[in-house]
């Protein structure tokens, strides 16, 4: 009997050394939710319009059966300002992308002028104002120091390139 407690007391004692097992893994940590950062909103220029940083794009001219275009913008993207020549109404029509009403001010390196904006009223909104094609501002805008400004209400400003675009719709309407 003597032995059999013995081997018992051996086979516990060893049972005994054994570690316990492992606790379970725990769940995969779920991972955090995307946080979408909003861009910061665009700062309002400041100082002498002649010092404002030029709006991202280029100017690009096409023709089409009203007349003639030049549109301002990113690549890829829809213009941001355009001077469109119509023809049969011997009108130009200057346009700054964007909702609501009230005034759009151009600036050029010589002179000033405020005209009355109104939406366009098609599927992308633009405020737009109408220019006679003799209008001393087309010649201010086309010999401007490099740059042009737009100012229309509710809207952030704009400093635009001034390129050979914009006097080849004026000369089209002046034709």
């Not at 003799?134 to 390129?163: C, N, Y």
């Given at each position: 009997?003597?032995?059999?407690?013995?081997?018992?007391?051996?086979?516990?004692?060893?049972?005994?050394?054994?570690?316990?097992?492992?606790?379970?893994?725990?769940?995969?940590?779920?991972?955090?939710?995307?946080?979408?950062?909003?861009?910061?909103?665009?700062?309002?220029?400041?100082?002498?319009?002649?010092?404002?940083?030029?709006?991202?794009?280029d100017?690009?001219?096409?023709?089409?059966?009203?007349?003639?275009?030049?549109?301002?913008?990113?690549?890829?993207?829809?213009?941001?300002?355009?001077?469109?020549?119509?023809?049969?109404?011997?009108?130009?029509?200057?346009?700054?992308?964007?909702s609501?009403?009230?005034?759009?001010?151009?600036?050029?390196?010589?002179?000033?002028?405020?005209?009355?904006?109104?939406?366009?009223?098609?599927?992308?909104?633009?405020?737009?104002?109408?220019?006679?094609?003799?209008?001393?501002?087309?010649?201010?805008?086309?010999?401007?120091?490099?740059?042009?400004?737009?100012?229309?209400?509710?809207?952030?400003?704009?400093?635009?390139?001034?390129?050979?675009?914009?006097?080849?719709?004026?000369e089209?309407?002046?034709?």
């Amino acid at each position: 009997m003597r032995t059999r407690f013995l081997i018992l007391a051996s086979v516990l004692g060893v049972s005994a050394c054994v570690s316990p097992p492992p606790p379970p893994l725990p769940a995969p940590a779920t991972p955090p939710p995307s946080v979408t950062v909003a861009p910061p909103p665009p700062v309002r220029p400041t100082g002498d319009w002649t010092d404002w940083p030029l709006a991202t794009g280029d100017w690009v001219y096409r023709q089409d059966d009203r007349g003639s275009i030049a549109l301002f913008g990113p690549s890829g993207a829809d213009a941001l300002v355009t001077l469109r020549c119509d023809k049969a109404r011997q009108r130009i029509y200057f346009s700054r992308a964007g909702s609501g009403s009230g005034s759009i001010v151009i600036r050029s390196s010589s002179t000033m002028k405020e005209f009355a904006g109104a939406p366009t009223g098609g599927a992308l909104p633009y405020i737009a104002t109408e220019i006679m094609p003799r209008d001393a501002i087309l010649d201010a805008m086309i010999f401007s120091r490099g740059r042009i400004a737009v100012e229309v209400t509710g809207q952030m400003p704009l400093a635009i390139p001034s390129w050979a675009e914009i006097g080849r719709v004026v000369e089209d309407c002046r034709a």
